[in-house]
């Protein structure tokens, strides 16, 4: 068994690399993060994972390798000397849109891919396309979702669901006026983070957000192009419970229309397919059942577990090298 060292700094994320099987330790209690601790509404905190201090992670650098999931996170691993890996979960346009003052993108490309090599570490992305913005040539790993966590839907609540935090600070990334325009007119639910919005708050706990993806009727997912993916990991845990969903066009998207959901640049088009999925279960259940298989096909947990541990060991030679 390795002792991995990582951050909170995505509670879902960091839940799944629980499932590696490694000793975890998780910094907690940082600035700048939307919850200051971790939330335990959206994860519980991995079996035999603790959380500790940065000053702690420093004082105590026992580890086999290290995974950041930002630069910030990167930069502050630098008095530990031992392999790192950066994740890289967004797109580089849409960090360079929404932080003001940020480098160019060609600018912070660079600055990125000479820091990693200068101090040997590794890359890992969780789409092609964020691999690609990044212009790292870098082992990809998709999400991915326990089917024995995420099953048994029954599409009892004739209403759309979204899961996404921060929307309204991020409104291209989501392409926020597609989602309007593809939920125009049909009950619809969004759930995450988003203290602008009223009436919108996170569930209440990871069981409570199962339970929505398993009555809801279809999962709704837009996403800016060239800024983000076809598909996130609200999806993917969609799929998997056996929602159908509704999707704006993207890179890599698992959606394929009219089988498991449906997929277009036609906002009308979408609107239209939903409403109808909402006035009809066994079409929703249908479909549902195929985005399942979908699921199961493109992430399950064996493909992630073996992409990670693949990638740990790939850091640790490249460190040695």
């Not at 929703?284 to 399950?300: M, V």
Request: proline share 6%; with cysteine.
């Amino acid at each position: 068994m390795l002792r991995l060292l990582t951050f909170n700094c995505h509670e879902a994320y960091v839940h799944l690399l629980g499932k590696l099987g490694h000793a975890l330790d998780i910094i907690d209690g940082l600035p700048g993060r939307a919850s200051a601790r971790w939330d335990e509404r959206c994860r519980p905190v991995p079996d035999g994972a603790r959380l500790i201090g940065l000053q702690q992670a420093l004082a105590s650098p026992r580890y086999d390798v290290a995974i950041a999931h930002n630069v910030t996170d990167l930069l502050a691993l630098r008095p530990l000397t031992l392999p790192k890996i950066l994740v890289l979960h967004v797109n580089l346009e849409a960090r360079v849109r929404e932080e003001p003052g940020a480098p160019s993108a060609a600018a912070m490309r660079r600055q990125v891919g000479d820091y990693l090599t200068a101090i040997g570490a590794l890359a890992v992305a969780v789409s092609r396309a964020k691999a690609d913005s990044w212009g790292q040539s870098c082992p990809v790993i998709r999400p991915c979702a326990d089917p024995d966590e995420y099953r048994g839907f029954h599409g009892t609540r004739p209403v759309a669901l979204r899961v996404a935090n921060q929307v309204m600070q991020r409104p291209e990334r989501f392409a926020w006026p597609a989602h309007v325009a593809i939920t125009r007119g049909q009950p619809t639910e969004l759930v995450g983070n988003n203290p602008e919005l009223e009436g919108v708050s996170p569930a209440a706990s990871w069981d409570a957000l199962k339970a929505r993806y398993r009555e809801h009727r279809a999962y709704v997912h837009s996403a800016g192009a060239g800024l983000d993916d076809g598909y996130n990991l609200g999806v993917v845990e969609a799929m998997m419970t056996g929602m159908p969903v509704v999707s704006l066009s993207g890179s890599e998207s698992p959606v394929i229309d009219g089988v498991s959901g449906y997929v277009s640049d036609d906002v009308g088009y979408l609107n239209a397919r939903l409403g109808a999925l909402l006035a009809d279960r066994e079409l929703a259940i249908e479909l549902g059942r195929s985005a399942r298989r979908r699921a199961l096909e493109l992430f399950d947990m064996a493909p992630f577990v073996a992409g990670w541990n693949a990638a740990i060991e790939r850091a640790a030679a490249c460190f040695a090298g």
